[in-house]
């Protein structure tokens, strides 16, 4: 269904909700802005003038400059606040790949964790992207990069959370990655980190 009084799509992946007080709702079918105020919503889908890569939206984050960053199954895509216009940032790096989550750290870089394909960081205003691995080889040769979440600790560094091999610090001036190991593991272990959640300095790491 798509009109002002419905969302886009009754299967949500994601939402955020911005300064305004807008509630952004990301599904399997297309993005979604409800306003609060009036009580209605606005619908975006692939093929409008969103410039969407998908409907398939994975990931919502609004920036310092109140832009709204939209991460979709098939690249990233982002909302210009000022002039309430969708672009998709010239970033061949994004083409293709699954946008997992989004998260704007304290010098207003903007980090992009993707399945399959690492962390990455935007910076200088959109101006450079950088691509950042962890190298992890297994037994049968293959490099896990699925990255579920991202936060930043107090000291700068980068909080990571994998779909596979639990969570990771990454240091910005080091270029590297460090893992990060519980004082407390519950049985099972935590490999699959589903989020990592920042409240009051603690740190609180949900698994599957």
């Known amino acids: 269904m798509d009109d002002s009084n419905s969302v886009i799509n009754n299967h949500i992946k994601c939402l955020y909700e911005d300064s305004r007080g807008n509630i952004w709702i990301g599904t399997y079918g297309g993005l979604s802005k409800f306003d609060?105020?009036?009580?209605?919503?606005?619908?975006?889908?692939?093929?409008?003038?969103?410039?969407?890569?998908?409907?398939?939206?994975?990931?919502?984050?609004?920036?310092?400059?109140?832009?709204?960053?939209?991460?979709?199954?098939?690249?990233?895509?982002?909302?210009?606040?000022?002039?309430?216009?969708?672009?998709?940032?010239?970033?061949?790096?994004?083409?293709?790949?699954?946008?997992?989550?989004?998260?704007?750290?304290?010098?207003?870089?903007?980090w992009v964790g993707t399945w399959v394909y690492g962390l990455y960081c935007v910076s200088d205003k959109g101006k450079t992207v950088k691509r950042f691995y962890i190298d992890l080889h297994h037994q049968h040769g293959e490099t896990i990069n699925n990255i579920s979440s991202i936060t930043e600790s107090p000291d700068k560094k980068i909080f990571v959370g994998t779909f596979g091999e639990g969570a990771f610090l990454f240091d910005k001036g080091k270029g590297k990655f460090f893992k990060y190991v519980p004082k407390i593991k519950?049985?099972?272990?935590?490999?699959?980190?589903?989020?990592?959640?920042?409240?009051?300095?603690?740190?609180?790491?949900?698994?599957?």
């Open 36 to 110: 609060p105020e009036t009580k209605r919503f606005t619908n975006y889908k692939k093929n409008d003038s969103t410039n969407l890569g998908s409907n398939i939206i994975t990931s919502i984050l609004e920036d310092s400059n109140k832009d709204i960053w939209i991460g979709t199954s098939n690249g990233l895509s982002k909302l210009l606040s000022e002039k309430n216009k969708f672009i998709n940032p010239d970033f061949s790096e994004f083409n293709k790949k699954n946008i997992s989550c989004l998260y704007e750290d304290g010098e207003k870089n903007i």
């Open 186 to 208: 519950e049985p099972g272990g935590y490999s699959y980190v589903t989020k990592i959640i920042k409240r009051n300095g603690e740190y609180y790491i949900l698994t599957n």
